[in-house]
C-alpha cells in the first residue's frame, strides 16, 4: 500500500540557510545524544529558525502519542525526538502557508523531509538508511 | 462486502425512486421520531413513510464512523447530513486514499478553536481506530507515521474533522 520512492532526491534546491540549521542543531547542539526533554527544545528552536528563513510563524511541538499536525491550531505532535519526522511535520506547515510541489501532500512532506536531512548530512542519512532507519526508502542500494 | 453496505441499499432505493440527487441521509444528534419528521419534511414526504427502522437503528446512529460514510459514498456516489441547527442538507465530503494514506471524516459539532483543541486527542484517536479497523492485521498501530487533522467548517456551528493517516511497515524506529 505505501509508496516507496527516491525520496531523497527530490527536493535538490532546499535553502542553504535551512540545511545549515539543521546541521547546526544536530552537530554542533547534539540532537541525537541529549534527553527527550532537551531533544524536544532543540526541536523547537530548530522549528523557530526554519520559521524565520521562510518568514513563517512558528508552529508550536508538544509530545504526543502520534505524531501529527493539526493544520487550524499549527500544532505539532511528537512521540519521541526524531528529525525526519520533526521534518516531515514542519513541511506540512509549510504547505499550509502555501509551500507545495507535490500533488499529494504526504508525497511532498515525505520528499522535503527526507531531502533535508540527505543533504544537510549526507554520512549521517547514508548511515540511517543503511540501517533501515528512514520510513518510506527504497531498500539501501550498497546491500 | 464491507460491514454496512448491504443495510444502506433499501434506503438507497427509496430516495432514488422520489429524491436521486440527495444520495443518503444521516441524523445528526436527533431521535428517531425527530430525525423522521425534519427530514420528511425537506425532502417533501410523508412522515416515516421512509425511515427503515433496521437501518435506522445501525449505520444511521453511526454518522460519525468514516467507514461507514465511505461505503455509502462508494456504493451511492454522495452522502448528506441534516444540519438541525440550520435545518438544512448539506454533503458529506467524499474520503480519500493515497500512495501510503488513508482519509477519514470525522463529523462533529465543535464551533470553537477552544473546543476543537481540546479535543485533538480525542480526534487523533478515531483516527487511529478507524485505520485500525479498516487494515488491521496487514498494519498496526505502530506501522502509523503521522496524522494530517484538519478542520472544514460547514457553517452553522458544525465543523468536519478530515484525519489523513499515514503508515507503512515499520521496522525500526525512524532517525
Known amino acids: 500500500m505505501s509508496e516507496i520512492r527516491e525520496y531523497h532526491t527530490m527536493f535538490p534546491d532546499i535553502s542553504n540557510s535551512t540545511l545549515e540549521v539543521i546541521r547546526h542543531t544536530v552537530t554542533e547542539r547534539g540532537l541525537w545524544r541529549v534527553g527527550k526533554e532537551e531533544g524536544f527544545d532543540l526541536i523547537r528552536d530548530m522549528y523557530e529558525k526554519i520559521s524565520s528563513v521562510y518568514g513563517f510563524p512558528t508552529p508550536s511541538l508538544i509530545e504526543d502519542t502520534y505524531e501529527y499536525y493539526f493544520i487550524s491550531g499549527e500544532r505539532i505532535g511528537l512521540p519521541k525526538v526524531s528529525l525526519v519526522s520533526s521534518l516531515h511535520e514542519y513541511r506540512h506547515h509549510m504547505q499550509k502557508k502555501g509551500r507545495l510541489r507535490f500533488r499529494d501532500v504526504e508525497v511532498d512532506a515525505r520528499a522535503w523531509s527526507i531531502s533535508a536531512f540527505h543533504y544537510a548530512l549526507p554520512e549521517d542519512f547514508d548511515s540511517a538508511w543503511s540501517k533501515g532507519r528512514i520510513w518510506y526508502l527504497p531498500p539501501y542500494p550498497g546491500g | ?175
Not at chain 2, 436521486?20 to 445528526?28: A, E, K, R
Not at chain 2, 478553536?113 to 487494515?135: K, P
Request: aromatic letters at 12%; a neutral charge; zero cysteines.
Open chain 2, 1 to 175: 462486502m464491507p460491514r454496512g453496505a448491504q443495510r444502506f441499499r433499501p434506503i438507497w432505493w427509496t430516495f432514488d425512486s422520489r429524491h436521486p440527487p440527495y444520495g443518503i441521509l444521516l441524523g445528526v444528534g436527533m431521535t428517531k421520531i425527530e430525525f423522521s419528521r425534519r427530514a420528511s419534511r425537506i425532502l417533501g414526504m410523508g412522515e416515516g413513510t421512509w425511515v427503515y427502522d433496521e437501518v435506522y437503528g445501525g449505520a444511521w446512529w453511526r454518522i460519525t464512523d468514516p467507514i461507514i460514510i465511505g461505503v455509502a459514498h462508494k456504493n451511492y456516489g454522495r452522502v448528506v447530513s441534516f444540519d438541525d441547527k440550520n435545518k438544512e442538507v448539506i454533503e458529506v465530503p467524499k474520503t480519500e486514499e493515497g500512495p501510503g494514506w488513508s482519509e477519514y471524516v470525522l463529523p462533529a459539532l465543535r464551533p470553537t478553536r477552544a473546543m476543537a483543541e481540546r479535543e485533538l486527542g480525542f480526534i487523533v484517536e478515531r483516527a487511529v481506530a478507524n485505520f485500525l479497523r479498516e487494515h488491521s492485521p496487514e498494519y498496526r498501530r505502530k506501522d502509523i507515521t503521522g496524522i494530517l487533522i484538519e478542520e472544514e467548517p460547514l457553517g452553522g456551528g458544525l465543523v468536519n474533522y478530515r484525519a489523513k493517516v499515514a503508515f507503512t511497515k515499520v521496522e525500526e524506529e525512524q532517525v
